[in-house]
C-alpha cells in the first residue's frame, strides 16, 4: 500500500504539483470546454506539419482569461488537467505548467486586438519567405482575408518584449504576419478561423516559392486594390443565417 501511495504522489508530481498546491482558482465550463478546442487545435498544427515538436503555441480567450499552451510539453500529452492560464498581465490563474515562453506576443494581439484565438507556428514554408523578403509577395487574392499584403516582421530573440512589438507593427490592420526567421501568426474571433488563416498564409508561401523558382519565368501578383476588392468579397463568403 506504501509503494501504491508513493506510486500516486508520483505520477501527481509528473503531471504538476496535486490541486491543492495549484496557485488561482479552478477552470469553469466554459473554460475547460475552451481548453478542450485549444488542445486539439494544437495537436493538429502537428498533424498538417506545421509545426514540429513543441514549436509554436496556440491561445484563446476565454473572458480576462487567456488560455495557452505550455512550454516544452508535446501535444498528445496534454489532458483535461493541465489546462494553463494567464490574465491580461501574464499573471497566472490556471494550472501549474509554465506558459509558453511566446507569452509576450500572445498578450500584446489580445491586448490590441478583437482577437479570441491566436496561433503561432514554424511553418516550413512561411518561415522560409520570412528570409527573403519584407512582405509576401500578392500572389493570390486570399491574402485580403488576412486584410491585405502580409508582412514580415523583423528579427528579434523568441518570447522577448522586442519581437512582440516588431509583430505588432506588422500585425497592423492584418490578422496575420511573417516573423522573420521564426515563423507565422495569425489571430481570429474563432480558433477554427486563426487555424484556417494559419493554413492559408503557409499555402500561399507555398504557392509563391513554386511559382518564383521556375526558371525564366517571374510570377504574376495582383495589385494591392485587387486584393482589397477580393478581401471586401471574402467578408460575405459561406453561408449565411
Excluded: F, K
Excluded at 509583430?167 to 515563423?183: D, E, F, I, K, V
Amino acid at each position: 500500500m506504501a509503494e501504491q501511495r508513493h506510486e500516486q504522489v508520483d505520477a501527481r508530481e509528473r503531471r504538476g504539483a496535486p490541486d491543492r498546491e495549484r496557485p488561482g482558482r479552478h477552470a469553469v465550463l466554459e473554460e475547460a470546454r475552451a481548453w478542450e478546442a485549444l488542445v486539439t487545435t494544437a495537436r493538429r498544427t502537428v498533424a498538417d506539419q506545421l509545426v514540429v515538436g513543441t514549436s509554436g503555441n496556440v491561445s484563446v480567450r476565454v473572458g480576462d482569461t487567456v488560455l495557452v499552451t505550455p512550454s516544452g510539453v508535446p501535444y498528445d500529452r496534454l489532458t483535461p488537467d493541465d489546462v494553463t492560464g494567464v490574465d491580461l498581465t501574464g499573471r497566472q490563474v490556471l494550472g501549474t505548467l509554465r506558459p509558453t515562453s511566446e507569452l509576450p506576443m500572445h498578450l500584446a494581439v489580445y491586448r490590441t486586438t478583437d482577437a479570441e484565438a491566436i496561433v503561432h507556428t514554424h511553418a516550413v514554408h512561411a518561415t522560409a519567405v520570412s528570409t527573403l523578403v519584407t512582405e509576401l509577395p500578392r500572389v493570390h487574392y486570399m491574402a485580403g482575408a488576412l486584410g491585405g499584403p502580409v508582412r514580415v516582421a523583423p528579427y528579434a530573440a523568441y518570447g522577448t518584449q522586442e519581437l512582440a512589438d516588431h509583430m505588432l507593427t506588422a500585425l497592423a490592420g492584418r490578422s496575420g504576419c511573417l516573423l522573420r526567421n521564426h515563423g507565422t501568426l495569425t489571430y481570429g474571433t474563432t480558433l477554427d478561423q486563426a487555424y484556417d488563416r494559419t493554413a492559408q498564409l503557409e499555402w500561399m508561401c507555398r504557392l509563391w516559392l513554386t511559382a518564383a523558382s521556375v526558371p525564366g519565368l517571374e510570377p504574376s501578383l495582383l495589385t494591392e486594390e485587387q486584393i482589397a476588392e477580393a478581401g471586401e468579397r471574402l467578408r460575405g463568403y459561406g453561408q449565411r443565417d
